[in-house]
């Protein structure tokens, strides 16, 4: 099983970016999935979540109102809007081991290999 996400870049702040994350099967059709990003020297902090039918999400506070995580049967997508130079880093992409999101990376089994958002000021 792999995940594929795509869809950084550079931008500059008050501009927006679409995140993708794709499945190599639809095999997440049962788990949560999230969204992770990592700067550099820093750890691994939770971004999004989303539950197993998308009913359920979660947001951390830095994103509220700005970002949208949404899915269909083999993709994750992270909608970016009004960026911010901190939001800036590497952006991961994961699946839980259970149905729901988690804002722990130790409850993700599978793991993106990053996609750069780099946001000019």
């Known amino acids: 099983v792999q995940l594929q996400a795509s869809g950084g870049g550079l931008v500059q702040a008050g501009g927006s970016l679409r995140l993708s994350c794709a499945a190599s099967?639809?095999?997440?059709?049962?788990?949560?999935m999230g969204w992770f990003r990592q700067a550099p020297g820093k750890e691994r902090d939770v971004v999004a979540t989303?539950?197993?039918?998308?009913?359920s999400t979660y947001y951390a506070d830095s994103v509220k109102g700005r970002f949208s995580i949404s899915r269909d049967k083999n993709t994750v997508y992270l909608q970016m809007n009004a960026l911010k130079p901190e939001d800036a880093g590497t952006y991961y992409c994961a699946g839980a081991r259970s149905s729901w999101g988690s804002t722990r990376p130790s409850d993700y089994r599978y793991w993106g290999q990053g996609t750069q958002v780099t946001v000019s000021s």
């Open positions: 989303i539950n197993w039918n998308g009913g």
């Open positions: 099967r639809p095999i997440f059709s049962n788990n949560g």
